[in-house]
């Protein structure tokens, strides 16, 4: 596999003022890696263009101590209606319905409350009011510039407080849901597969052309990888392995 020597990170602009004030990403090719002394050259690098934080995202796990690894995204895909044949409808007792987080602003913010942890949501050195505002950035992206759409289920004594929500956008295989979180005092009840099934059955009226629907789940949370393929999703075999670095601690 051919060795890449030189690295220059590339500004992200939509990160950038939410996890740190210059944030760069670099994303490495099928064949391409990284050791030591390529790690190093992209911290001096990115310390000469006064970056921050840089995350770089690799197709096979990195063999340096220099990158500090934040987790590996499983991808899996699934036939729609293959989905929804394993997706009955639910007993579960809830409001479900679509959410418009530019106007309803409260509710939006309080699925912030538990949300999934992501490789940024970890790290010790981003704030959790940074990572909420990168949250929230990434899902009024979807719904902006990807056709997205939030469903949310809200507690049947108290339809102001969501109890789990689910954010489903087109993508280039068809449609990808992209979050489906809940509250943990409701994680032992259906209620994620309510949400699937309601919001796949949504997704279908407004993109009836996207059958092909595609998740992606970090390796390590088995619940969330054993429901989808539970319900037809299986794995692709395409992996995402994720490293951060501080250039400026390291200087």
């Known amino acids: 596999m051919p060795l890449v020597q030189s690295l220059r990170p590339q500004l992200q602009p939509f990160d950038s003022g939410k996890l740190a004030p210059r944030v760069a990403n670099i994303i490495l090719s099928a064949g391409e890696t990284i050791d030591d002394d390529a790690a190093a050259g992209i911290i001096e690098n990115a310390m000469a263009e006064d970056f ?12 340096t101590a220099q990158l500090d690894y934040r987790g590996t995204i499983v991808e899996l895909q ?5 989905v929804l044949s394993n997706l009955p409808v639910s007993s579960a007792q809830c409001d479900i319905r679509t959410l418009d987080p530019h106007t309803e602003v409260v509710t939006f913010e309080k699925l912030m409350g538990f949300i999934a942890a992501t490789r940024f949501g ?14 929230r950035a990434l899902l009024k992206g979807h719904i902006d510039t990807r056709h997205g759409v939030i469903t949310v289920a809200c507690a049947p004594e108290d339809p102001s407080r969501p109890i789990g929500y689910t954010c489903t956008s087109l993508s280039e295989q068809g449609a990808h849901v992209y979050d489906l979180c809940t509250d943990p005092d409701f994680r032992r009840s259906s209620i994620g597969r309510t949400l699937l099934r309601f919001s796949i059955e949504q ?7 996207a059958r092909r629907y595609m998740t992606r789940i970090y390796d390590d949370n088995i619940p969330c990888l054993r429901l989808f393929r539970s319900i037809g999703f299986a794995d692709t075999g395409r992996l ?3 490293y951060h670095c501080w250039p400026k601690a390291r200087g």
């Open 240 to 242: 995402f392995h994720y």
């Open 78 to 82: 699934a036939d729609r209606e293959e």
């Open 52 to 63: 921050d934080f840089v995350w770089i995202e690799s197709q096979t796990k990195l063999d």
């Open 122 to 135: 970890t790290d010790p050195h981003i704030s959790p009011a940074s990572f909420r505002e990168h949250k």
């Open 203 to 209: 997704y279908r009226v407004l993109h009836p052309d």
